[in-house]
């Protein structure tokens, strides 16, 4: 299974979505599943996402200074929003929703 744990307005695609339970969507990947493709099949559009976080490293952020916040990094551009990244079972995405323009340490 990939969880995909939501913050934020995107809390509303997780069935339980009260503020004492985790947001979390639990999906089987298939061999060439990506992120882009999981978000397209749980109809999470990708401009409602702020910061993409990729097994606790920051993969992609719509904020200038994400960069600079002393977060892990998956990839050396985190302001690149090509989510075509490769999935597989045991693989942890959180995303934060455009109501969380700042991460803040």
């Not at 990947?29 to 920051?58: M, Q, R, Y």
């Not at 985190?78 to 969380?100: K, S, Y």
């Amino acid at each position: 299974m990939v969880e995909i744990h939501m913050y934020g307005n995107l809390r509303r695609y997780v069935k339980d979505t009260r503020t004492d339970h985790q947001s979390v969507l639990a999906l089987e990947p298939h061999p060439d599943d990506t992120i882009a493709s999981l978000l397209a099949l749980a109809g999470i559009p990708v401009d409602e996402i702020n910061h993409v976080f990729f097994n606790a490293k920051l993969l992609a952020s719509r904020s200038r200074v994400a960069p600079f916040m002393g977060y892990l990094q998956s990839r050396s551009n985190v302001l690149d929003w090509n989510l075509e990244v490769p999935v597989e079972n045991g693989d942890r995405i959180g995303l934060f929703g455009t109501d969380m323009p700042v991460l803040g340490m």
